[in-house]
């Protein structure tokens, strides 16, 4: 019976650690996901311009790999992927742990009911 009030305190504080991960990363999540909206609109943007260009008769065009502007914006996005591929992990790796502790705390509570019954 003492190892059962040893995990209610650990399912409850599991659900804690839940509320309180999804507290502090929603703004930050929020804030990641309105700079990404902003980089994919201007891809889209970019890309509709494009492919309108040959309607416009222009068929080719050349790009400076070392325009400040064009390094600057490749930077952007990099860090931008950088940081979400950081949050996703993140993520990843708390919703694993999570997992594990709720599989086991339904283990234990299997455990009681068939003692129950």
Request: glycine share 4%; proline share 3%; net charge negative.
């Amino acid at each position: 019976m003492s190892d059962e009030a040893e995990r209610g305190p650990q399912i409850i504080d599991a659900h804690q650690e839940l509320v309180r991960h999804v507290e502090q990363t929603a703004g930050r999540i929020r804030a990641l996901s309105m700079l990404t909206i902003m980089v994919a609109a201007v891809l889209a943007v970019s890309y509709l311009y494009q492919l309108v260009l040959p309607l416009a008769g222009t068929t080719a065009v050349s790009v400076n790999l070392t325009d400040p502007v064009n390094v600057g914006t490749e930077l952007v996005v990099l860090l931008l992927v950088v940081l979400w591929l950081y949050v996703g992990l993140r993520d990843l790796r708390f919703s694993s742990r999570l997992s594990r502790e709720i599989r086991l705390a339904r283990s234990k509570e299997e455990d009681i009911q068939d003692r129950i019954s």
